[in-house]
């Protein structure tokens, strides 16, 4: 079984900037990819501000963080993850993206490297077909914010060999996550409860049947949850609702996935939820100021 | 003295002692009828259109059941509740407060009050089936237990993901091993009844507990 010493992210998004943040702090040499430089600016700059907040919560010492950051690097070109035992990609969520960054990455890369998936609803088979090494491509999912949640969900495609499978979840442990085993299903586990969840509390406001705080406030008290459906989805941005939602019903068919016209409608007016400062709620900078 | 109860027998809301029962007294002006006879209790009660709320604690019944429906207009000083439990589990501090759709706001306003001086928390709905908690999470109980068949994952690792993933407190397998599956049979199958929504349907490991319960 290879060791895994260095580790690949591809993609330097939110997603990208905290994967590369847990493998660096759990001691691996790790190079972020990503084709824009200000991408990995932006990436390096939050992660220099997460680090100190680590020394000044007392998480980590001065020393221990210089150690870390020294361990991530970071390039624009595909040839710099020429020498990760692993890679992660973190890329938009779109399935000839993440297909076609693997053929290339398939080039660059030695024979025994693993390629990841931080897909959170695409099908690890699909992604891994036509990457040249199908029997090497594993399923991540790592949960937002990637830096703070231990949970990863490993799951394997119709190709994936066994060793491949054991090799990602000895690295999970060996960067202090808790993996969980699932199957290349849509949605893995998460994603397939939480979208039909989610798109269900949308309905109930678009069927009138209770205000949005009264179901968050529903939720919350009855289920000690600690946010509730509707607050969750402001955070999350309708927009990515959506996507999701396209996503999933496109592969399962479940009508509780299909994407609610209100969704739609708000994404039309603007209303995104916090970053826009409206959505289900309104907000006033970051404090939420009624329902 | 604010509120009055009477109890019908057998609250499902209020099993045992609590600050609700405990501030009561007789001659308030709202009105909360609790047990399983709370709704027939209502023609019991003389002049109720006079006090500014009449509570009755529902079951899984809508409150239109009790009160009548006039074509969408129908709503009065009367409201229906439910505090949210689980099974065997005890009450949650939640309590679904259901109104019509020509409900007084007064009646809203009081009834809310008296329930939040006593500790608990309001939510408001419609009258309808499930009211806003079952309606989420039954769904979502069944396929957790659909997906435990299907081998997703083992129920440990389902529990696990559900709660490092979204922060629940329990995993969806664990919390209705602790509540009763057949108690979640019971509720979702009246729910597939009222809506006939697939969702509702009960999931084979829940028929499995309601017949192992009967025999």
Known sequence: MPEIKTIGVAGSGTMGAGIAIVAARAGFRTVAFD?????????????????????ERKKLSAEQVKTILSNLSSTTKLEGLAACDIVIEAVYEDLEVKRALLGKLNAVCPDHTIFASNTSTLS???????????????????????????????????????????????FCLAMGQTPVKTKDHPGFILNYFIVPFNNDAIRMVEAGIAEPADIDTAIKKALGYPM????????????TQLKLCEAFYKMTYDPRAACPPLVRRMVAAGHLGRKTGRGFYKYDRDGMFGG | MAHTIVDTGGSRSFPGPHALLRSAGPGGDVLVLIGTGAGMALAAVEKHESLKAVLIELGTECLGVHTGERRGGEGSNVLGFARFRLGDGPPSDLVELVRQPGTKPESIAAAK???????????????TPGRIVDRLVRPYYNGALRKLDEGLATADDLDTTLRLGLGYPEGPIALLERTGLAHHHDVTKALHDALADPGFAPARRAQVAKRRQKA
């Open chain 1, 35 to 55: 084709a824009s430089q200000d991408a990995l600016d932006r990436a390096r700059r939050q992660t220099e501000s997460f680090f100190a907040k680590s020394v």
């Open chain 1, 124 to 170: 690890i088979a699909e992604i891994a077909s036509g990457s040249g090494r199908d029997d090497r491509v594993v399923g991540m999912h790592f949960c937002l914010p990637a830096q703070l949640m231990k949970l990863i969900e490993v799951s394997t495609g119709l190709n994936t060999s066994d060793q491949t499978f054991q090799t990602a979840w000895k």
């Open chain 1, 228 to 239: 509730g459906p509707l607050e969750l989805i402001d955070w999350v941005g309708l927009d």
């Open chain 2, 113 to 127: 009050t008296a329930f939040e001086s006593a500790g608990l928390h309001v939510a408001v709905c419609m009258d």
